[in-house]
């Protein structure tokens, strides 16, 4: 379990991350969800042990994280990060590769090969990174981010992604999100940064709404998705239909000039 | 099974084209024993290396005293700074994540230069550094190199990390510092000295003994096997810094390695030899040019073909204007930069 509490993180005296505290449990996927602005990448940050909090503790499996090496840490949890360049010609199976570094290399291959086959990138794994799409590229990133965590071990591992999808077709989008739903199944808690609210309402269990470094609602879908909570947090129009006959929510933002309109009738 | 064949394959193909590189080096090595201004023909080459087994008969005192006291410690001394220029400007590069980055740029070259001036200009007329002896040049250099490096490193890091944004910038600055200080002591210099430095700062593996040799081999037998095993951290890197330590690289302990690494056998090589461009700089580009970016390749290929352009640059500087001899700085950039050229303008073609 991956348990962060009152975690505070500044920059020049300005709360970007302020006292969130949250629990990330194995078997459950996690969505953050928030304006541009509201520190979700620092608080991935945050919790991946990127930036050191100034207060509040991170308890990864019972032990704090300041006292893991980088080593023990990467056996535990990976992270995707938003973009990713590469200054040299690595193939793309050379990237997927380097998320072998933590575990050793016994055993490897297979592992390397199922992962780059679950994603789709097994096909141009001979390319050279640098050629590939936007989309592409978070495949691979992915790819080698689930390979660190793929294997199974004794203890539960966390996958912290950040905004996995943004370069992604719609059909990749889920697909790539039908994965780390999948990943619940192996002991693993997935946490992911996402943008596109219907995204988040379909696959997540827990919903973290977040606003000006602070969780403004914590919870399960039907209750965090709700219109009022996203209208002020966002700060526009957004209509919600509740999801009926195993349809899930269907998430509505409005346009602009719409917006006198509706809320006058709100 | 069969990508369990791939991969070993593709380990056992860079074990082919590192054995490849030093058996280049090798039969580039005898050949140098072997030419110069006072040719020893091949055969009496093989009977003085392998003298106990072969015997030394028909074998003159001048051509061995030739061969064990002047060409092969000097081929020796040749192989060793080309090495060690490559194995450095690699790794600094993929620290850097940057293919502009040349060993130079962490202020090693520029410390050692200016020391060396100093040495140069000032040296006799200051006694402490009179007192220094035989080999106070090269010691008054490689301080000045470690010294600049240590400056360098310091200006960028902040509470236990180091910027590599700003590592390069305070790199330029101090080079630009040390430069304009070469300049003002070049100003009170006589002509006998000034002579001296620009001699010593084309770079030169004349003057080798097997004083130098072992020197060299001390100072960069321990740093150049430390840099050989960051290569799996290397390649994490090329990623990004963040990536690399979620990949479970310790970054701070990298860094440190390979500058304190790099500065160590860079600093010693330019204090026995002087300033060596364009070997650093080029070698790792060609090796990843030619078999891609993989640092398990790239760190040990580029002190094997560091070592192969060095020796090949002192066997022109010997034999091309006999019985004097090229400044070898000027040979490496003659030869290095038109094939360097060549190689970009085809690089679509090689690699794909």
């Keep these: ?266 | 099974m069969i990508s369990k064949l791939a991969i070993s394959n593709k380990v056992s193909h860079q074990r082919l084209v590192l054995g490849a590189m030093a058996f280049l080096l090798l039969v580039l090595a005898v050949l140098s024993l072997s030419m110069g201004a006072f040719p020893i023909p091949l055969s009496k080459v093989m009977q003085v290396i392998f003298g106990e087994w072969l015997g030394f008969d028909g074998v003159s005192l001048q051509e061995k005293n030739v061969l064990l006291q002047i060409r092969l410690p000097r081929l020796l001394l040749a192989m060793l700074v080309g090495g060690a220029l490559g194995i450095a400007g690699a790794a600094l590069q993929g620290l850097f994540r940057n293919p502009l980055v040349e060993p130079g740029l962490i202020g090693v070259s520029s410390g050692s230069a200016l020391f060396a001036v100093i040495f140069i200009v000032f040296g006799s007329s200051l006694t402490f550094l009179s007192a220094l002896g035989k080999f106070g040049l090269v010691g008054f250099a490689f301080i000045g190199g470690l010294m600049n490096t240590f400056l360098v490193y310091r200006l960028s890091s902040q509470a236990g990390k180091t910027d590599i944004s700003l590592l390069i910038l305070a790199g330029v600055a101090l080079n630009a510092l040390a430069g304009a200080l070469i300049g003002l002591s070049i100003f009170y210099a006589d002509d006998a000295a000034l002579r001296n430095f620009t001699f010593w700062s084309l770079g030169d593996v004349g003057g080798a003994n097997w004083e130098k040799v072992m020197l060299m081999l001390g100072f960069s037998f321990l740093p150049v096997g430390l840099i050989i095993g960051q290569h799996r951290a290397l390649n994490a890197l090329a990623i990004g810094e963040s990536e690399a330590f979620h990949m479970g690289v310790d970054v701070q302990r990298t860094k440190l390695l390979i500058l304190v690494g790099s500065a160590l056998v860079v600093g010693t090589a330019v204090a026995l030899t002087g300033t060596i461009g364009f070997v650093g700089l080029v070698v790792p580009h060609l090796l990843r040019i030619l078999f891609g970016a993989d640092h398990r390749l790239v760190i040990p290929g580029s002190f094997l073909a560091g070592a192969i352009l060095l020796t090949l640059a002192d066997l022109l500087a010997r034999t091309m204007v006999a019985p004097a001899e090229m400044p070898i700085g000027i040979i490496t950039a003659i030869l290095g930069a038109p094939f360097f050229i060549w190689l970009l303008m085809n690089v679509k073609k090689i690699r794909t």
């Design chain 1, 1 to 266: 379990m991956l348990e962060a509490r009152n975690i505070q993180y500044l920059v020049q005296g300005r709360a970007i991350v302020n006292k969130v505290s949250l629990q990330l449990n194995p078997g459950e996927l996690t969505a953050i969800v928030g304006p541009n602005g509201a520190g979700k990448s620092s608080l991935l940050k945050v919790l991946a042990g990127d930036y050191k909090a100034q207060a509040g503790e991170i308890i990864y499996n019972g032990k704090a994280i300041e006292n893991y090496r980088p080593k023990d840490l990467a056996k535990i949890r990976a992270v995707m990060p938003q973009h990713s360049q590469l200054t040299f010609p690595f193939k793309v199976k050379e990237v997927v590769e380097l998320g072998l570094l933590s575990l050793g290399m016994a055993g490897g291959e297979q592992l390397v090969k199922e992962v780059m086959i679950e994603t789709q990138t097994w096909a141009f794994r001979d390319r050279l990174y640098g050629a590939l799409s936007g989309g592409e590229k978070q495949r691979v990133q992915l790819a080698r981010v689930l390979v660190q965590v793929w294997a199974g071990s004794d203890q539960p591992k966390f996958l912290l992604l950040d905004e996995p999808t943004s370069s992604m077709d719609i059909a990749h989008q889920h697909q790539v999100l039908h994965i780390a739903s999948q990943l619940k199944r192996k002991d693993i808690a997935v946490l992911a940064v996402l943008h596109d609210l219907n995204m988040a309402a379909a696959y997540a269990d827990q919903v973290i709404l977040l606003k000006e470094g602070k969780v403004y609602q914590q919870g399960a879908v039907a209750e965090v998705m709700a219109s009022q909570h996203l209208e002020h947090v966002f700060e526009h129009p957004i209509l919600v239909r509740n999801g009926y006959d195993g349809m899930p929510h269907f998430i509505q933002s409005l346009p602009v000039h719409h917006q006198s309109h509706t809320f006058k009738i709100a």
